[in-house]
């Protein structure tokens, strides 16, 4: 089994999906833009063989270097599970003859309103949008769909340049701060609570299920600087509350056409108990998700998913044990991380259900919360009972603080 896997380095997660294709028997050739002397050792020794390439981003340039690469050899699998390459490794399998998702089908799962486009007409419930390009298609979307409205990239990835529009005002401010937004869905604002629905698929049927819910919902998260968000994966995938999001869920991977991989969707529950899409990868949620479902089960998604991939089988146990939370963490103050208050009260209350501390410390740099979720670092817990998860969740929101400066 010869597995083509572009960037096996980047985002982190992919190093671990790297490790994983290797532990399942296949050789793994990379294809990225890092040299090949500066790839972590973790990912050196599970790689068969790695071309570097100028720019990944480059989609005639990559193709056209893979295939001189491979010289008429032809790979197993074509795979990318980082959001902005899966259409690059849909047209690589097109152009090489390989087995997999078409790029047709990939773009329902890349292009945010061809999805809801193609959903709406499999009768399934999703916002009202438009797509838009430029100032006046917005002024006229509005004028179709009304206020509040959210304005998102149309093959965005997580909550970068997305915003919601409550009125005129709001309109002048995200008109001036998206115009390097070619792109755009301009669509309704769904009132409610919003969840994941995350599955690893054998052609199109779940093999393993997840569902997490946001706290907040992350549009509100990115906004407010003081804010420490909270997700938190549900151990009772049975309970009534979830029922219709796993159900949508379902219908949006047969609708869309998933073939075998990781997919992560998002959805919203209304109070008057409406499900509705939000709009889903055919790939892993970022943000140590993948690492949340883990702990979950007690088991290797990285691994399982691999093993899907090539072999279209999945043998981890998908009994769920916990509720696991993360929880992000933003210092006060910009610079370097100069104290953390509140951590050794918190590791002390929590006990056996912190699983990991991986909080920036002082002496580093802060981060951008702007530009990552994982902001200054995170604390993850899990707990068997959804109460006492939420509880730990929140005393390590609130009861953590970090301080930088200088």
């Not at 990115?222 to 949508?248: A, C, F, N, Y």
């Not at 951590?343 to 912190?354: T, V």
Request: some cysteine; aromatic content about 8%; overall charge neutral.
């Amino acid at each position: 089994m010869d597995v083509l896997f572009l960037a096996p380095a980047y985002p982190s997660e992919m190093r671990r999906f790297t490790r994983g294709f290797a532990e399942v028997g296949a050789r793994v050739w990379g294809v990225g833009d890092s040299p090949k002397a500066a790839l972590p050792d973790d990912v050196k020794r599970h790689l068969t063989g790695y071309l570097q390439v100028p720019r990944i981003m480059d989609e005639a340039d990559v193709t056209a270097r893979v295939e001189a690469w491979l010289g008429g050899r032809r790979p197993d699998r074509v795979e990318a599970l980082w959001e902005p390459l899966v259409l690059l490794a849909a047209r690589l399998r097109e152009r090489l003859g390989v087995a997999g998702m078409s790029y047709d089908t990939v773009l329902g799962f890349r292009d945010k309103q061809l999805m809801k486009e193609r959903l709406r007409a499999a009768g399934l419930r999703v916002p009202h949008s438009r797509r838009v390009r430029g100032e006046a298609e917005v002024r006229q979307a509005i004028g179709e769909i009304g206020y509040p409205v959210i304005f998102k990239p149309i093959a965005g990835a997580g909550s970068a340049d997305t915003w919601r529009i409550d009125g005129p005002e709001d309109l002048e401010r995200v008109l001036k701060v998206t115009r390097h937004v070619r792109e755009a869905s301009l669509e309704e604002f769904v009132e409610g609570e919003e969840f994941t629905y995350d599955t690893v698929s054998i052609d199109g049927v779940p093999a393993f299920e997840n569902v997490a819910q946001y706290l907040p919902r992350p549009l509100i998260a990115r906004q407010e600087h003081w804010i420490s968000p909270l997700i938190v994966t549900m151990r009772d995938l049975h309970q009534p509350k979830l029922r219709g999001g796993i159900q949508l869920g379902r219908q949006v991977l047969k609708a869309l056409g998933m073939g075998t991989g990781f997919t992560h969707m998002e959805w919203y529950l209304k109070a008057n108990g409406e499900v509705v899409f939000g709009e889903i990868g055919c790939r892993p949620g970022g943000a140590h998700l993948v690492d949340q479902m883990n702990y979950t089960c007690d088991i290797d998604l990285y691994r399982e998913t691999a093993r899907a991939i090539c072999w279209k089988s999945f043998e981890a146990p998908t009994t769920r044990k916990y509720n696991v939370g993360i929880v992000f963490k933003r210092a006060k103050g910009e610079g370097r991380i100069t104290a953390i208050h509140g951590l050794d009260g918190f590791k002390q209350r929590a006990g056996r259900w912190l699983v990991a501390d991986e909080l920036l410390r002082p002496g580093q740099h802060r981060r951008d919360w702007k530009q990552t979720l994982v902001s200054d670092g995170f604390v993850l817990l899990r707990h068997p009972d959804w109460e006492q998860a939420l509880a730990l969740g929140m005393d390590a929101a609130t009861n953590i603080t970090m301080f930088a400066g200088g």
